[in-house]
């Protein structure tokens, strides 16, 4: 079975600054997918972004990146220039690439950004 | 895209009684998924379908939990009889290919048992 450890319960940034959230995973699989979503107040699970495991390179969206590192099974999310509007639950999740199509979530990371 | 629909959005009713949660998930979409999300177990899948076949319900907690979807555009997860531990937000998602494309997730149902 998969397991997803989020390290960092609460964390809080200033506006503008940049931020880190942790996320590492167990798995015996090769192939897999990582997802970060955001949930905000409001209640919405909104996809942050996603790597797939077979490639090296770390995956991008505007202000957010992540540090895929597969042999230390850690998948790090970047939010750079943060904004008032991030202030949301962070979950990582993982998910295996061939049948058992499930989402294994981490318990998640609560980031208040301060302005 | 009108996303996914989940109705209602918030259900309060009292211990015993049937509780029915109700899903449309994004047109063409042939994976839906059900899960459950509380302040102590955090976010766990509880049964999903391909092409409205049930595919895994292991995480179905107990016999008083059962979910169907009797076509592409509808489902339900209801709960008989209900008890104040099934208080919690359910979450509907679907999506076209697990993993090749993100699932897509409803508003979700807070539900209150009292």
């Known amino acids: 079975a998969q397991t997803v450890t989020q390290s960092q319960p609460e964390m809080s940034v200033q506006e503008a600054e940049t931020v880190t959230l942790s996320c590492t995973y167990d798995?015996?699989?090769?192939?897999?997918?990582l997802f970060w979503y955001k949930q905000p107040p409001s209640r919405q699970m909104i996809l942050v972004i996603r790597?797939?495991?077979?490639?090296?390179q770390n995956a991008t969206e505007n202000r957010f990146s992540v540090n895929f590192q597969k042999a230390a099974k850690s998948f790090s999310l970047k939010i750079s220039d943060s904004q008032l509007g991030d202030t949301a639950m962070y979950f990582c999740?993982?998910?295996?690439?061939?049948?058992?199509?499930?989402?294994?979530f981490g318990g998640g990371t609560r980031l208040m950004v301060k302005p | 895209d009108a996303g996914v629909i989940q109705s209602p959005r918030h259900e309060v009713t009292e211990m015993g009684q049937e509780v029915t949660l109700r899903c449309k998930p994004i047109?063409?979409?042939?994976?839906l998924f059900w899960y459950r999300q509380t302040m102590m177990r955090g976010l766990e899948l509880l049964i999903y379908?391909?092409?409205?076949?049930?595919?895994?319900d292991s995480g179905m907690p107990e016999d008083r939990f059962s979910a169907k979807m009797p076509n592409a555009s509808f489902s339900t997860l209801k709960i008989q009889p209900s008890e104040p531990r099934d208080s919690a937000v359910y979450f509907c998602?679907?999506?076209?290919?697990?993993?090749?494309?993100?699932?897509?997730f409803g508003d979700g149902t807070r539900l209150s048992i009292l």
């Open positions: 999740a993982f998910m295996k690439s061939n049948a058992g199509n499930m989402l294994t």
């Open positions: 798995t015996s699989e090769s192939n897999y997918y």
């Open positions: 998602a679907s999506t076209l290919s697990p993993g090749r494309q993100p699932q897509h």
């Open positions: 047109s063409g979409h042939d994976y």
């Open positions: 379908f391909n092409n409205n076949v049930p595919i895994d």
């Open positions: 790597q797939e495991a077979y490639k090296q």
